[in-house]
């Protein structure tokens, strides 16, 4: 099993098979199959983005979302790739200009078409050109400059004679509405909502055109006009050279000093400028020098500019970093009286639950918001089972958990249990469970949040409530509740709020229960 420190060492792999899989004769991937994988994408992107940070803010990523940027990009950068390659190679055959495009390239097309309108929603935009996502380490292994990738891309379709067929965005007599498969295919996906695409802006195509044909020149234009739309950018990522006939990137990935060459130091940021100001004086009062010497000299100013500014940025990220040191917890000494479990834990541990109780060392406390859910899975509510519909028989055997855990439960507060304990995300402790509706509406968070809120209840020493003179010294924190789960999402939040987190069936061996 692999950890995420070898995130990039096992994609990297990946990303070298899919490179040699697409180099076969026919393409092996039809385009379904490549859609599907495209918002498989888009949707680990949005899923791990961090949901608090309002729009007006500057784009912030997070490490899961920062190496499913990398990855995607990587993938779409190798795609785009290969359809340059391709397209060359079908444009100096007898197919073309009869055929624009062969086939193997018109399986590509519709997952980079897909991939395109994402990018271009704004503030899926502001995520891909942050520095981190241009510079990513699978992307410099891997070779991928998926920049470069789209500008080769869209050179290539720029070369390809779209005139013949009249396709516009405004209906006319003769015409007919032209919507691409895979539009249709997106409508409704959430990240893609924002996108401005076919479904919002139609296309319509002459009559006696046949539909497969109108695909393939609408897709042309629409990632021309995604290239377009790179250019004009507030802060353009792409250049139309107008001389050369070719689109330029203008985000390169910074390359090691090693491999440093003169063009990717012109392209570094904006912030060169001032030393590209001073160099050109330098050569004006260097006339006398040789060319070679000269560019050597020049190169060696830009290059220890450059360390610098890595300098600065070095030492401003290592004071943040010491600063949040100093508030941070070193030890949480924890001693359990109250155990928060999730619903997993009723759903495959009810056993190891019911053990704890009988045990009467520590008190179980249920939040309502649990309860509800194994109600709601007793019942077969399909918006419980989601995460559980494996199988038809899978959801069968879970709904049977789940109405054990709710009948051990009602039983449990009907005897009146004094182990056992109800509790409301807003801390209000319920010794019945009869009326266990809850109104959450108020609350911004999800499930989890809820969970980590009654955990939450029983932590009475926050650091926020240290006294200010101990803020240097190392703190230490003493915990009566711990949270069982299983859950990596809700264990991870549980570690930041600094709640201790154990399994069932650890707790267990660690209780040395017998």
Known sequence: MYS????????????QELQALIQNRPF??????????????????DNTSFREVSSNEDAILSVLQLQALSLAMCVFGTLSQRAVALLQEHMLSAHYPKDLLSNDVKLILPAIKVWCDWMACTPNTQLWTLPAVVNNDLGVRSGVDFMSCIAQLCTQLQQLDISTVDIRSDRWSDCEQLVLPEDSTMEGFTPTMLVDNTQNNPWYIQRGISKTQGYDYLRVRCILRFGDYLCGLRNPVMHWDVKTQKYIPLLVPVRDEGTSNSEDVAVDDGSSSEEEEELVVDNRGLEGEEPRLRELRNKK????????????????RKAVLDKEKQGRISEITVYPIFLVPDTNCFIDHLPGLQLIVSWQKFFLVVPLIVINELDGLAKGLQCGMAQYSSGKDHVHEVAAAARRSVAWLEDSFTSHNTHMRALTFKGTELTTIAYRSEDNTDNEGNNDDLILSCCLHYCHD???????????MPSQLRREVVLLTEDRNLRLKAHIRNVPVSGVTAFIKWANMR
């Not at 995420?4 to 990303?15: K, P, Q, R, S, Y």
């Not at 100013?301 to 401003?316: F, M, T």
């Not at 926050?462 to 240097?472: A, E, I, N, Q």
């Open 301 to 316: 100013l830009v290059l220890e500019a450059k360390r610098q500014r890595h300098e600065q940025h070095k030492a401003k």
């Open 462 to 472: 926050l650091t926020r409530d240290l006294p200010s003179k101990d803020r240097d």
């Open 28 to 45: 092996p991937l039809n385009h379904e199959i490549l859609i599907e994988h495209t918002v498989i994408n888009i949707f680990s992107i």
């Open 4 to 15: 995420m420190e070898g995130f990039v060492d096992v994609t990297l792999g990946a990303l």
